[in-house]
């Protein structure tokens, strides 16, 4: 594959500079990863978007003529990040970006005695293999252009070690260092790799009915509202940040504004992590 011709500079939305190219999303059915398949998509990319099943906002798109494909897929598996990738290459010959954001996390009430080895092993498998494979898999293409992206979303976990979360923390962690680690490789090659680190976001994973809100409200006895505020106040802002405000610095990461950034790690917490 003949490397693609350099993006003029722009900005956010249908100025990002990422017109016609191709993006890869995982965990892209609701929350973080629907917010970032519709920035994608105001931006004129193509993109195909991972998900364990359909949801009718994809769908929707679908309807409406985006540019978009829709695959059913098990990120957890093996297979499915390169199944994923796979069906990329079959509809549009390559990739361009790839945006690494499924995952997941169980609120551990009962401390670390309580956490199992599956436990651990599905923590990981979630939000690091998971990962791993579907970077594996799309490397090569991105290598192909002489100027792929990978942006991945970890967690303000990464760095701020919680037990209410240990494993997840901890799968977070080797994600981030995972991806800095490749971006020494990959950066002479014209692959960019970054990563956010999200704290606490208004999306089903804090605030649905087994978010973590609940999980622990149910623990503890109170309202999971007053979880979800007790969290938000921790921050500066004293709010939990929005989906759409996630995809506004993947989609800049992902341009050609953001050239000379990789190995980065970017946190976008309100201010939670006091640390510098």
């Known amino acids: 594959m003949s490397p693609r011709p350099p993006q003029a500079a722009g900005g956010a939305g249908a100025d990002a500079g990422l017109a016609e190219r191709i993006?890869?999303?995982?965990?892209?059915?609701?929350?973080?990863?629907?917010?970032?398949?519709?920035?994608?998509?105001?931006?004129?990319?193509?993109?195909?978007?991972?998900?364990?099943?359909?949801?009718?906002?994809?769908?929707?798109?679908?309807?409406?003529?985006?540019?978009?494909?829709?695959?059913?897929?098990?990120?957890?598996?093996?297979?499915?990040?390169a199944a994923l990738v796979a069906e990329a290459v079959a509809v549009h010959g390559g990739v361009d970006v790839l945006v690494n954001n499924v995952g997941a996390v169980r609120p551990r009430v009962d401390g670390f005695l309580g956490v199992t080895d599956e436990d651990w092993d599905w923590t990981f498998t979630v939000n690091f293999m998971a990962a791993v494979r579907a970077t594996r898999a799309a490397l090569p293409h991105l290598l192909a252009t002489g100027a792929g992206r990978i942006v991945t979303v970890s967690s303000v976990n990464a760095r701020l070690p919680d037990p209410l979360v240990i494993d997840y923390g901890a799968a977070k962690a080797a994600l981030t260092n995972f991806c800095k680690a490749l971006s020494k490789e990959v950066g002479p090659r014209g692959v960019r790799v970054n990563t956010i680190g999200p704290g606490p976001v208004e999306t089903a994973l804090w605030q649905g009915a087994g978010g973590v809100a609940a999980t622990v409200g149910r623990f503890r006895?109170?309202?999971?509202?007053?979880?979800?505020?007790?969290?938000?106040?921790?921050?500066?802002?004293?709010?939990?940040?929005?989906?759409?405000?996630?995809?506004?610095?993947?989609?800049?990461?992902?341009?050609?504004?953001?050239?000379?950034?990789?190995?980065?790690?970017?946190?976008?917490?309100?201010?939670?992590v006091e640390s510098l």
């Open 23 to 81: 993006v890869v999303v995982t965990g892209a059915g609701r929350g973080i990863g629907l917010a970032i398949v519709e920035a994608f998509l105001a931006a004129g990319s193509r993109v195909v978007a991972g998900s364990r099943e359909r949801t009718e906002a994809l769908d929707e798109h679908v309807k409406q003529g985006a540019e978009l494909t829709v695959v059913e897929v098990d990120l957890a598996t093996p297979d499915g990040p």
């Open 221 to 272: 006895g109170v309202d999971p509202r007053e979880v979800a505020r007790s969290a938000a106040d921790q921050s500066v802002t004293g709010r939990f940040t929005r989906p759409s405000e996630i995809a506004e610095l993947v989609l800049y990461l992902a341009g050609p504004r953001a050239a000379n950034i990789t190995g980065a790690d970017f946190v976008i917490d309100g201010g939670l």
